[in-house]
Nanobody
Framework: QVQLVESGGGLVQAGGSLTLSCAAS????????MGWFRRAPGKEREFVAA????????LYADSMKGRFTISRDNAKNTVYLQMNRLNPEDTAVYYC?????????????????WGQGTQVTVSS
C-alpha cells in the first residue's frame, strides 16, 4: 500500500481552474496506476480520471473529458489533476487513489490506497 496526500483544493469561481496534487510516499510509486475520484454531498463516490503507471494511457469520466487532465511525474512521486472550466457541479471532495493495475480502473473499480481528500468548492 502506498501513502497518499492530496493538496491544491480551494474555492474558485465558475469558469476558473485548479490543479490538484497527490504526493505518494515510498519508492514504489511508479508501480501503481493512479486515479482521482470525488464525492459530493448527497452523492456516491464518482470516478474522475485514471492514469497508468508510466503515463501512457489515461481514462476520464465523460463529464470531465476535455476539461480535466490527469498527469504524473514519477520522479516526484506525484500525480496531478488539472481542472479547467469548473462549474458548481464540480464541487466535491477529491480523492487520490492507487491501484496495482490500470485494469482495475478500466473495470470500474478502485485500488486500495486512498488519500484523505481535498475540498474543491466552485462558486457561481
Amino acid at each position: 500500500q502506498v501513502q497518499l496526500v492530496e493538496s491544491g483544493g480551494g474555492l474558485v469561481q465558475a469558469g476558473g481552474s485548479l490543479t490538484l496534487s497527490c504526493a505518494a510516499s515510498g519508492r514504489t510509486f511508479s508501480s501503481y496506476a493512479m486515479g482521482w475520484f470525488r464525492r459530493a454531498p448527497g452523492k456516491e463516490r464518482e470516478f474522475v480520471a485514471a492514469i497508468d503507471r508510466i503515463g501512457r494511457s489515461t481514462l476520464y469520466a465523460d463529464s470531465m473529458k476535455g476539461r480535466f487532465t490527469i498527469s504524473r511525474d514519477n520522479a516526484k512521486n506525484t500525480v496531478y489533476l488539472q481542472m479547467n472550466r469548473l462549474n458548481p457541479e464540480d464541487t466535491a471532495v477529491y480523492y487520490c487513489n492507487g491501484a496495482t493495475t490500470y485494469a482495475i480502473y478500466l473495470r470500474g473499480s478502485t485500488g486500495n490506497s486512498w488519500g484523505q481528500g481535498t475540498q474543491v468548492t466552485v462558486s457561481s
